[in-house]
Each structure stands twice: as C-alpha cells, then as structure tokens.
C-alpha cells in the first residue's frame, strides 16, 4: 500500500499534539490538520494552561496518571531546552489551599508534580481565609505560542494543514486512508455525541509581573496562574452555556475572588477578557471506531472530551491516540496483502 494518508480534524492542543505525535511515531504517514479555526481562536488559545489534572471519573486513574506522567515529561524537557521561551513552557511554584481539609490529602498525580509538600503553618499565614494547603512545582504552557510552537514543528515534519469545516467525517473517506477526530466541543455536532458537552470558561489576562507563585482555591473555581508575559485569573464553570460572550458582572466577580487571595492584584493593568467551552465528556472518548458505507471503509480514531485538564493530558492522549493510528495501518496493510494474494 502506497503511504498512507491521514487526516486530523482539529487544531487546538489535542489535535496538533496528536498530529505531532503520528508524523513522529510513522515517518511513512502522510499527515494533513484539516480544522475551521487555528490559533489564536480555539477553545485551548483560552486555557490557563496549568499542569494539574482534571478528574475523569470514567477514566481508570492509573491511565490518567500515565497521561499526565507523559506530559509533565514531555513540557519539563521542553522548559529544559533553548526553546522553552518560544514554546511558552515554564515551572511555576505555587500553593493550593482550601478552606477544610480535603478528602484526599495526597492527590493521584502529587508524585509527579516536583516537590509536592504540605504547606507550613509560616505559609498559611499568607491565606487566613483557609486552614489547609500544599506546595508544589509544576509546569504551565502560555497557550497561544504553545500551539504556534507545535504548528511550526509540524510543518518542519512535512505536515500540511487546511483550513476546512467539516460537515461529516465520511466526507472525507475517498481522499484519507484514517481520520483523527479532535474536534474538541465540536464533536458534539461532528459526531453527534450527546455525552460531551460545554462547560463555559471565563477568564481574565493581565499585567501584574510582581506575581510570581500560582495560587489555586482548592474547589478550582478561584486561581491566579503567572505566565512569562501575564497572568491569568479565573474562572468560572457554567454547564451547558455555549455563550462565547464575556459577561461583565463575571469579570467584577472573578477579579474580586483573585484579589481576596492575592490582595497585590488591585494593582494590576491591562485586563483582558476570554471566554472558551471545556469539550466536558465523563471520560475522554480515545478509541478506534470503523465507518463503512456500501463495503467502503473508513477508520476513524476519536480523540476528545478533554474537559478542564486538556493541557494536562495532551501529549499521553496524543501518543496513545497515535498508537491506535499504527494498529489501523497494520489491519489496513493486512487487508490489502490478503487482497493480492
Ligand atoms: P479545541 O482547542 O477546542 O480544538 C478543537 C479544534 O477542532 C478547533 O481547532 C476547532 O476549530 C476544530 N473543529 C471543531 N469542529 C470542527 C469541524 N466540524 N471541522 C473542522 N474543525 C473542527 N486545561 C488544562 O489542562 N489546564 C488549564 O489550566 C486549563 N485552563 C482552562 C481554562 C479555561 C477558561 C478553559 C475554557 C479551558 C481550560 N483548560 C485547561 C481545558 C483545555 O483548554 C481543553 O481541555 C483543551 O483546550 C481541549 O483541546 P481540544 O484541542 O480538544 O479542543
């Protein structure tokens, strides 16, 4: 069989990420990122970009450890390297702190983060509002030059990439050999899932480089993450909103929360607000699906569903994605062996 052609659908984080991961993984591949936006206006341009998980509760937690495992090592060799600038890859310091003690002191990824710790009595000083709290180092991307980062390695692997919308995946089964589906939100409509769904994102940039450590609420509605060029204040988590509008009375709120934690912030310039929907799903949808119309064939491998911790997970989805992507080379070579024989 000639080189088989592959199409992604999606550019955001887990799109490209998987694209990434394929050209790498099978060099005789030809790849194509065929998606109706690019940076700066997905869904993942808008994240934090924070490493620290996101539960799934469909999901095994020793696969989500393994996820997150891949991608605290692959973005840590990165913020190790000559490009950690230009990627937007960076160790952040930080505290989480809560109001109770929590269920769960030791969380599932808390040996993979670097130096996880209770909070000492002297650092909760700083939070009299909460009366528990832990320390850890972790890894934050800056998102926009994140993507642009892996856009500009993907076209050094001879990668194409199109602007195009997609209306229905077998559209494409007489010009690709396998589709990649990381349509994020929009596989709601792509594929007509009905298990994933919006959860709307509001957050806020801004100038205040004093800011330093990240600080995050333990219930994850409140956090103040610094970036190399702003930090960003959040959030909100409205289910079901599809409304990409940002709302002015959030903007008050979430400003006030940050400062209640971080009083420094009063100070701050610059406010910039974005809004982005979490492609929520119970667990991400990562697995080989086969379209046939008429005897004619397409597999597809679905990648979505990332929810609140896609930057968390990419590059775990991504390498198992692309291993999926290797077995349905291996039946389609099989197939067209037993064909000449
Ligand atoms: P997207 O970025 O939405 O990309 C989907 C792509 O598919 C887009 O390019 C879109 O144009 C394309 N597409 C969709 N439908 C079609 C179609 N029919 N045809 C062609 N193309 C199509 N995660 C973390 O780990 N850490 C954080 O700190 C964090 N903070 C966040 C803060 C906010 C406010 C929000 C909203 C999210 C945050 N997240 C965070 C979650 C993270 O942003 C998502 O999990 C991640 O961006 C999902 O990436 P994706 O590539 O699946 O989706």
Known sequence: MAAPKVAVVGAGVVGLSTALCIAETCPSC???????????????????????????SGTPIHVQKQWFKETFTYLFAISNSAEASEAGIHLVSGWQVFKNTPKEELPFWSDVVLGFRPMSEAELQKFPQHLFGQA??????DCPPYLLWLEKRLKATGVQ?????????WELHSEYNIVVNCAGIGAHQLVGDEKVFPVRGQVLKVHA?????????????????PGIHRVTLGGTREKESWSLSPDPGTTKDIFDRCCSLEPSLRGAQGIEVKVGLRPSRWCVRLQTEVLSQGGVKLPVVHNYGHGAGGFSVHRGTAKEAARLVRECIAALQGSTLRAKL
């Open 161 to 169: 990439m199109y602007t195009r919308k997609v209306a229905d995946l």
């Open 136 to 141: 850890f180092t972790t890894l934050k991307c």
């Open 30 to 56: 030809s790849v194509m990122v065929l998606s109706d936006q690019f940076s700066p206006n997905t869904t993942s341009d808008v994240a934090a970009g924070i490493l620290i998980p996101h539960t799934y």
């Open 209 to 225: 480089p004093w800011v330093k450590n990240f600080i995050r609420d333990g219930d994850g509605l409140t956090y103040i993450y």
